[in-house]
């Protein structure tokens, strides 16, 4: 896929830097060796989730922006042979939505017409109940504290990587296992084994 597609025409000659680029509204497509992180850490989950339960796999991109990670993993689940595998974009930003699905059907428009992957508006604080539980799902947004709703839509064996704000006002990147399912639902701390991996910065996750 060509990166060039989900920037603004403007940025055009600058996008295969490994570098956030201005998608409007005050947002950005994340740098490359961030889409990758992101994938690499979700990877795992996937891969063994594809083994045990291959029609299962979902994924849940929360901020999708450009839409340009929501159809990289797409792409993944097409070459890993994960023919039902689904993508699930969710933005609050109306208009980052519609120029997301332009972006997406100038060269992977296959993705939305096979519904492998779909964008629609939504809120990350509280994800995609009705398309859940989710194999992996990935905050593009830096949040100020958990949000237990989403954390709850992770499937058992599920991953979650989220920037999420520490102590002092500075964000870092976690990695967020789902080791054990409550009966009733609701967020409970020890069905989580919560990885502080990095400091990172990503515009906030808007309530
Ligand atoms: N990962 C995307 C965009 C990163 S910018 C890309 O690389 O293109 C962060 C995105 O999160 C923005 O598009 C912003 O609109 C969105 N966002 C912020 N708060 C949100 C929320 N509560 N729910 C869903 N999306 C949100």
């Not at 990166?3 to 490359?32: E, F």
């Not at 795992?44 to 901020?63: F, T, Y």
């Not at 991953?159 to 409970?188: C, N, W």
Request: hydrophobic share 40%; with cysteine.
């Amino acid at each position: 896929m060509d990166r060039a597609n989900y920037v603004s025409p403007i940025w055009t000659q600058s996008a295969y830097d490994d570098a956030p680029l201005s998608i409007g509204h005050g947002q950005t497509i994340s740098a490359p060796h961030m889409h990758s992180t992101a994938m690499e850490e979700l990877l795992p989950a996937i891969k063994k989730a594809a083994k045990e339960k291959k029609n299962l796999v979902r994924i849940l991109d929360v901020g999708s922006g450009s839409g340009y990670l929501s159809v990289a993993f797409g792409r993944l689940l097409a070459i890993m042979g994960i023919a039902d595998g689904k993508v699930f974009g969710i933005d609050v930003v109306e208009d980052l939505v519609d120029t997301s699905l332009q972006n997406v059907k100038k060269e992977d428009g296959d993705l939305l017409s096979s519904g492998k992957v779909s964008i629609r508006i939504g809120n990350g604080w509280r994800g995609l109940p009705s398309e859940g539980p989710f194999t992996a799902i990935h905050v593009g947004a830096g949040a100020d504290a958990l949000p237990k709703d989403l954390c709850v839509q992770l499937a058992k064996g599920g991953r979650m990587v989220i920037p999420v704000e520490t102590a002092g006002g500075y964000q870092s990147f976690y990695r967020i296992d789902r080791v054990a399912l409550s009966d009733d639902g609701k967020f409970h701390e020890e069905d989580f084994v919560m990885k502080e991996l990095f400091p990172v910065r990503y515009v906030p996750l808007v309530h």
